[in-house]
């Protein structure tokens, strides 16, 4: 079965700081990979996917990821983190013949002013 | 286009009362899904639709039921609620492109249940 491992649960930036994130799924075939963010209150909102080509992969407010295959993983950064961008981020995994999403535990960013 | 409409958006049950959650996408999605989010846990898939009048069952669908007989709806039902259903539950609706795999997920904005 699918698995997503997100290794951070709790991370604090000052702003401006550089962000990454880690995020590592067990599966062995060819698979659809996601970050999504979720501001306090709020929905998912998808920030960014990779289905296949280059696997450096730019979202949107800045964020991008890279998608490397022989580690599986799909690690989110951003260079530069605003007080805006405090959140919690999940990683999702879904293989492309079926159609399940399957979640990581989520990152929590504090960005302090 | 409103995308995707859970309602209610909160709600107190008593232990062992029933209730129906309803999620509704304009967006003419073909597979539709059930999740619960919890504290540290992230989002489980409870029960999907890849279709009208298909169910079939996630990770974590003990306690609950779902229906799909209508493109646009999925109803989540819970028949004796329990203090472990407290949660915060999302649907959620995808498409395939028409060739191949899907663009993500639209979420609806939830319903914060509590169970006492």
């Known amino acids: 079965a699918q698995s997503v491992s997100q290794h951070n649960h709790h991370v604090i930036l000052s702003e401006a700081a550089s962000l990454e994130l880690g995020c590592n799924y067990s599966y062995g075939g060819t698979v659809n990979l996601f970050w999504y963010v979720q501001y306090p209150g709020q929905h998912l909102q998808l920030l960014l996917k990779y289905f296949s080509g280059d696997p450096l992969v730019k979202g949107i407010k800045g964020f991008e990821a890279e998608f490397i295959k022989s580690k599986f993983s799909f690690n989110l950064r951003k260079p530069s983190v605003q007080w805006s961008d405090t959140a919690e981020y999940f990683c999702a995994v879904a293989n492309t013949g079926f159609q399940k999403l399957v979640f990581g535990t989520g990152t929590r960013l504090l960005v302090s002013p | 286009n409103a995308g995707v409409t859970q309602t209610p958006k909160f709600r107190v049950l008593k232990t062992g009362q029933s209730m129906t959650l309803l999620c509704a996408q304009d967006?003419?999605?073909?597979?539709m899904y059930w999740y619960r989010q919890d504290p540290g846990m992230g989002l489980r898939l409870i029960h999907y639709s890849v279709g009208e009048g298909t169910t079939a069952k996630g990770e974590v669908p003990d306690g609950y039921n779902v229906s799909r007989l209508k493109k646009q709806n999925f109803l989540l039902g819970l028949e004796s609620a329990a203090p472990s259903q407290t949660s915060v539950y999302f649907c959620a609706s995808s498409s395939l492109s028409g060739t191949g795999p899907i663009y993500g997920y639209t979420f609806g904005s939830g319903t914060r249940l509590t169970v006492v």
């Open positions: 967006m003419n999605h073909e597979y």
